[in-house]
């Protein structure tokens, strides 16, 4: 196809060869829209996995019936079948063109991380195609490059990686390659976690338990409860022409001055709008290649901000359903490159518009297929469901602060708390209709003299089905949020790696769930009727946890005033959060039920507060190369044209234009306060490399310098409106906001 003039404002096309800004906006307009390359078929979904289907066709039936019951109970590969589903899962591979295997696993980076063997094998000067039992079940990368946190010495580097059966192998094809990826958790020497994964299957087995027991209470045919999940992931994209010029977007991923566009998002005609065509080639390549891995993408849309769009999955088994949200960061990232773009995955890219989140909506299902957090038709079937979901509004009011710290960062800092992000601190929305329930249970009208005790089953239970069927949320300002059949975690960041969040949402709720049924047990055991107990119960973790519900408007000043007249924890920044990790009752939690040690929630603290203050001092860097090398070399070219100007009318006896002179002015004033303000970024840097711990570092990166580096944005975003359009050097948010 040819350019794209017709699609480009004309105020892009000002002559100035000289401007790297204005080469990029004739790269726009020159480029070509892509021809669609595939088309999304049934047949497609899950072509490069390995699933049941694949499994009996190149397994024989036993081997396919001893590997599906360890994926059932996420267990290990047997050894003994090993090699057999090796050679099964070669063969599978070798069809579709794969050359080379990786165990594809999650180190403490937040992203994941393969290293490559070539499936061939040379023997005495022949090549031969081998992929063995032994390299299909463990691996042993080099583990000194990947944070630890002082989990293990240089001289003790060596970690291994083990394959886990309940997420299935895949393929991954790029323009260059075809890999097949094995799934895997990552483990020190020493026999500690070094990842993601291994926590997150511990605590999956943990709810598992303590779920499939409460509700036996109820229903003893079932027989097994799993954690679900579907991952909303939302995102910017960005012509690749003006990523290229901004050094911030390059290594810091997020604009760090930028003055907002005339129009932003206060039309909102973004949001649901019709997708550019451009946009929409980059989705259905996406689409395609997601269907490939088995992901089941079943939304795309524009996001509320200009230039940010969204996909959702279908729910899924919670453990594939993280590995998949990790899949589709990496899948947005590649085919975004071959479409032009480039994409962000930072919370908060641009300044002044929404932020990003990555929206997880979590729930728990039986093995018949029953949502235990969907009311049923029966008195009975909605008491099962309020047990269930006071569990978990007690479990996130009990650690709340756990909840912040598995989803702080340096990126969250910066989009909780504004354009419909929830604010830092943890409230649970339910609805009005479920709230008035919980508060009819919690103080429930008086008993009739000849009233049976089941019959309070009925208060207000019976009806719940009815309540929800317009019960949908409208409250976007809610971290937690119940949302029909399921809890929506919304304060989750976009570039976040979903695993911590849902490892601490398990536990906390495991643990209420078990706590609930030993305490309905007591109660049996002293002679209360079963539904009574857990009537009871009900009661009392309604009553327990009121101060965490709420269902207002998060942003307003009189919540955060309740809120701490509540006691609700609202941590001061990201470091301040992930301090939870170490509170010695958190410590317990872990340590009690065997998810994680001491030592490695140390680790883990240390490690997420290094990457925090590793991005603080990025973008320190990146700001002062930027207004150094840029702002200032523009600003001043400006200002001696204008001074120039000045001098000649005055030698010419003309009288001085007043406008001129207040733009210089002007100048003259946000220089001296970008002087100041950089004065004082040095003498706090200096600062604080003086300063013994990274805790310490990062909190005064949040604390001190980050409020230094904001001003100094303020005053180069002022400059930005001051000087002529075809001299400021980097993409302004109009263009790279609005031009597709």
Not at 369 to 393: D, S
Request: proline share 5%.
């Amino acid at each position: 196809m040819g350019g794209r003039a017709a699609f480009l404002p004309l105020f892009l096309f000002k002559e100035n060869k000289m401007n790297p800004r204005f080469r990029a906006n004739e790269e726009i307009r020159n480029r070509p829209l892509q021809e669609p390359l595939v088309k999304l078929s049934k047949e497609a979904f899950g072509e490069y996995v390995f699933d049941k289907g694949a499994m009996r066709r190149y397994l024989s039936e036993d081997i396919f019936l001893a590997l599906t019951k360890s994926s059932e109970e996420s267990e290990m590969l047997d050894p003994d079948i090993a090699d057999p589903v090796a050679a099964g899962i070669k063969a599978w591979a070798m069809d579709h063109g794969v050359t080379h295997f990786t165990h594809w696993f999650q180190p403490l980076t937040g992203r994941t991380a393969e290293k490559h063997e070539a499936l061939l094998d040379f023997i005495e000067g022949e090549a031969i195609a081998r992929f063995s039992g032994e390299e299909l079940r463990q691996q042993e990368p080099d583990a000194s490059s990947f944070p630890s946190g002082g989990l293990r010495t240089t001289f003790e580097a060596r970690g291994y990686t083990a394959w886990d059966c309940s997420s299935p192998v895949f393929i991954l094809q790029t323009t260059y390659g075809t890999t097949l990826c094995i799934p895997t958790i990552f483990v020190s020497y020493t026999g500690r976690a070094l990842d993601y994964k291994i926590p997150l299957l511990r605590t999956i087995n943990l709810i598992r338990k303590a779920a499939t027991e409460l509700a036996q209470l109820f229903d003893p045919t079932i027989k097994q409860v799993n954690p679900t999940l579907g991952i909303e992931q939302e995102y910017f994209l960005v012509d690749r022409s003006y990523y290229l010029l901004r050094p911030d977007l390059v290594l810091a991923g997020r604009t760090l001055l930028g003055a907002s566009s005339s129009r932003g998002r206060q039309r909102n005609n973004h949001y649901f709008g019709a997708i550019p065509e451009r946009i929409y080639a980059f989705m259905n390549e996406l689409e395609f290649e997601a269907y490939r891995l088995g992901i089941p993408l079943k939304t795309r849309h524009n996001e509320v901000a200009p230039g940010q769009f969204e996909c959702a999955p279908k729910y899924e088994y919670l453990n594939v359903a993280v590995d998949h949200g990790l899949m589709i960061m990496d899948l947005i990232d590649r085919i975004a490159q071959k479409h032009d773009f480039v994409a962000l995955l930072h919370e908060k890219p641009f300044q002044g518009v929404n932020g990003s989140g990555k929206h997880n909506n979590w729930s728990l299902m039986t093995d018949s297929g029953r949502n235990l957090l969907a009311p049923g038709v029966r008195p009975e079937e909605n008491l099962m469901f309020l047990a269930f979901f006071v569990c978990v509004i007690h479990g996130v009011w009990k650690y709340q602060r756990l909840l912040q710290a598995s989803i702080a960062s340096a990126g969250n800092d910066l989009r909780l708390g504004q354009h419909e992000a929830p604010p830092n601190w943890v409230s649970v929305f339910i609805g009005k209709q479920l709230d008035k329930v919980l508060n009819d249970i919690e103080n429930p009208p008086r008993r009739k003299k000849n009233e049976k005790v089941d019959d309070l089953m009925h208060l207000g239970i019976a009806s719940i089905p009815q309540l929800l069927l317009d019960n949908t949320d409208r409250n976007r300002t809610s971290p937690f949020a119940f949302t029909g059949n399921k809890f929506e975690f919304r304060a989750v960041g976009a570039s976040a790696n979903s695993s911590s969040p849902m490892m601490v949402l398990n536990l906390i709720v495991a643990e209420q769930l078990m706590d609930f049924r030993a305490r309905v047990q007591s109660k049996m055991n002293r002679g209360r009727p079963q539904s009574a107990a857990i009537l009871d119960m009900v009661q009392e973790y309604v009553t327990e946890s009121k101060s965490i519900r709420f269902e207002g408007d998060g942003y307003s000043d009189e919540w955060k005033k309740e809120a701490k007249k509540r006691k609700l924890s609202i941590p001061k920044h990201g470091p301040d959060a992930m301090s939870a990790f170490l509170d010695k009752a958190h410590i317990q939690l872990f340590e009690h039920h065997e998810i994680l040690t001491a030592a490695e929630l140390t680790a883990r603290f240390e490690v997420w507060g290094d990457q925090y203050l590793s991005q603080m001092d990025i973008e320190t860097s990146i700001l002062k190369e930027i207004v150094q090398t840029q702002i200032l070399p523009a600003v001043h070219g400006y200002q001696s044209d204008l001074l120039l100007i000045l001098q000649r009318r005055k030698a010419l006896g003309m009288t001085l234009e007043g406008l001129e002179q207040a733009i210089l002015t002007r100048i003259d004033t946000e220089l001296a306060k970008l002087s100041k303000y950089m004065e004082e970024l040095e003498k706090e840097e200096k600062y604080v490399d003086r300063l013994a711990s990274s805790k310490q570092k990062s909190y005064h990166y949040a604390e001190t310098i980050r409020p230094i580096l904001l001003e100094i944005r303020s005053c180069v975003d002022a400059l930005e409106g001051t000087v002529p359009d075809d001299r400021w050097p980097l993409p302004k948010y109009r263009e790279m906001l609005f031009v597709r």
